[in-house]
Nanobody
Framework: VQLQASGGGLVQAGGSLRLSCAFS????????MGWFRQAPGKERELVAY???????TYADFVKGRFTISKDNPKKTVYLDMNSLEPEDTGVYYC????????WGQGTQVTVSS
């Protein structure tokens, strides 16, 4: 399994970004897919994930602002981020889980105040 994250960048507070994670490998639909993030000097934390059945789970700090979705034929998971805050700055990592975790390389998100 290989994961390629993209879509990060610099945005002003209140702005939006869409992250994408392209999955390479078989049976994408069998994986729980999600996003973590890591801010400078902080531990990596869960942002959101989507189960094989499409059920979504979010960290409290992004509820109502971020939306995770996936496109099984395209083998891609998305993270739509709205109302971004400077506290959302960090490297965002895509992950896939089906018995063992797989990580992408991360994409930088910087939110300026």
């Amino acid at each position: 399994v290989q994961l390629q994250a993209s879509g990060g960048g610099l945005v002003q507070a209140g702005g939006s970004l869409r992250l994408s994670c392209a999955f390479s490998g078989r049976t994408f639909s069998s994986y729980t897919m999600g996003w973590f993030r890591q801010a400078p000097g902080k531990e990596r934390e869960l942002v959101a994930y989507i189960s094989t059945s499409g059920r979504t789970t979010y960290a409290d700090f992004v509820k109502g602002r971020f939306t995770i979705s996936k496109d099984n034929p395209k083998k891609t998971v998305y993270l739509d981020m709205n109302s971004l805050e400077p506290e959302d700055t960090g490297v965002y990592y895509c992950y896939a889980f089906a018995g063992a975790p797989h990580w992408g390389q991360g994409t930088q998100v910087t939110v300026s105040s």
